[in-house]
């Protein structure tokens, strides 16, 4: 590697890293001098080595591997049932008309909220907790992709028609290729959507494998530092998710498309 691409992989870090860099100093600080006590805030030591040793026994790291199946099963269940029905659906106002009032409605109903039907129907264990998971990605990503279609040009919408295009093909040929952009804005909304489904779920139903239980488990023998090393691993899995795949599937996409600010 050349000493300039060295330098530009080294700035880079630099810019995406201080502000968590910072944070942790400030952690380090305010334990280093006695302003926290430990059982309510480890040092940033502690924890990393609990975390160490959660891995070295490879109990976290199959929860890990566990929630991320499921988070990932549960998204992509989600979205693809939510740009299902946005598209179905915006293509008909008499659909959308019917349909979106209530989207929006479940949409103000925390996702947690369902968790016992889910439990009631498909039982106290992981099945429950990826339904839950997936509802909880569908409702953002459908209203997303609702969002994105009313933002169609209508000068495109009447080419398309002029040009003999109905129904479904002109769903798949016409409005579909003009909404993506605006979708990968709604997968990443209903990503976090995700996380914040599969953990609550998986805190409650503590007998499915993941993440969930094992903060659960740090709850409730008071083991505050297995709490915040989960914590982290959660917080590192988000950076590494945006990095390596939002922001450049949204860099990909914006070259593609052609629209401006594309970097």
Known sequence: ???????????????????????????????????????????????????????????????????????????????????????????????EDGIRPVIAGLQAVPTIAFLPLAILWFGFNGTAVLVITAFGTFKPMAISTYSAMHQVSPTLMMAGRAMGARGLFLQRTLVFPAIVPNLVTGLKLSWSFAWRALMAAEIVVTGAQGLGGVLELGREIGAIDVVIAVILVILVVGIVTEQLFFTRLERWVNRRWGLTGAR
């Open 1 to 95: 590697m050349s000493a300039d691409r060295l330098k530009s992989v080294g700035w880079e870090i630099v810019r995406k890293g201080w502000f968590l860099a910072l944070l942790v100093f400030l952690w380090w600080l305010v334990t280093a001098a006695g302003w926290a006590d430990p059982y309510k805030l480890p040092s940033p030591g502690d924890v990393l080595s609990t975390l160490g040793n959660l891995f070295t026994e490879r109990a976290l790291l199959d929860d890990l591997g566990a929630t991320l199946l499921r988070l990932v099963e549960g998204w992509a269940i989600g979205v693809t049932a939510g740009v299902l029905l946005g598209l179905i659906t915006g293509g008909s106002r008499f659909l």
